[in-house]
T-cell receptor
Framework: QKEVEQNSGPLSVPEGAIASLNCTYS??????FFWYRQYSGKSPELIMF????GDKEDGRFTAQLNKASQYVSLLIRDSQPSDSATYLC???????????FGAGTRLFVKA | DAGVTQSPTHLIKTRGQQVTLRCSPK?????VSWYQQALGQGPQFIFQ???????QRGNFPDRFSGHQFPNYSSELNVNALLLGDSALYLC????????????FGSGTRLTVV
């Protein structure tokens, strides 16, 4: 079982719709969770981090964490073509310092 | 405010050679982590440096080594290059180990022929 799993996609949504990206992690004791965006040919860029169960909102982005289900999600409201990128879910497992990344979900927003 | 600076941007090496990649972290950051990203994959953790020591290491062979200098900059060395080492190498800087997320450099694209 991979430590961080994501559907590779591609996920295709029309402009203005809500894009929902999902991620599961294997280590129940993990405490820190991140979403990064990576445009083609570029390096990852931090969008959000979340530590507590529930929702965290920042502009058009909402991160949701459910530790009991070991599930993290990212909602992008009013999706724009400029949101088309690969979204990486990342987790810091307990007892260490490394951040583990999933393989990413490719998102396409159609104009 | 300078972000994370990596050099070189691109590099072509021959199998068996050695390579050194360099990274200057973002101002105010004291921790440097190195990642390898193959095409279509997520970044894979190589190691993390803090206070000039390797604090944690991922599942990479000893051919991969690193160093952190007193000014927090870092180097990644790879010996005896293999074709499979071809990838994007990312430097990520952070404060206090990355618990608030990383700032990535633009990466070094290494091609081994």
């Amino acid at each position: 079982q991979k430590e961080v799993e994501q559907n590779s996609g591609p996920l295709s949504v029309p402009e203005g719709a809500i894009a929902s990206l999902n991620c599961t992690y294997s280590d129940r004791g993990s405490q820190s969770f991140f979403w990064y965006r990576q445009y083609s040919g570029k390096s990852p860029e931090l969008i959000m981090f979340i530590y507590s169960n529930g929702d965290k909102e920042d502009g058009r982005f909402t991160a949701q964490l459910n530790k009991a289900s070991q599930y993290v999600s990212l909602l992008i409201r009013d999706s724009q073509p400029s949101d088309s990128a690969t979204y990486l879910c990342a987790v810091i497992p307990p007892g260490g310092f490394k951040t583990i990344f999933g393989a990413g979900t490719r998102l396409f927003v159609k104009a | 405010d300078a972000g994370v600076t990596q050099s070189p941007t691109h590099l072509i090496k021959t199998r068996g050679q050695q390579v050194t990649l360099r990274c200057s972290p973002k101002s105010g950051h004291d921790t440097v982590s190195w990642y390898q990203q193959a095409l279509g994959q997520g970044p894979q953790f190589i190691f993390q440096y803090y206070e000039e020591e390797e604090r944690q290491r991922g599942n990479f062979p000893d051919r991969f080594s690193g160093h952190q200098f007193p000014n927090y900059s870092s180097e990644l060395n790879v010996n005896a290059l293999l074709l499979g080492d071809s990838a994007l190498y990312l430097c990520a800087s952070s404060a206090t180990g990355g618990y608030y997320g990383y700032t990535f450099g633009s990466g070094t694209r290494l091609t081994v022929v």
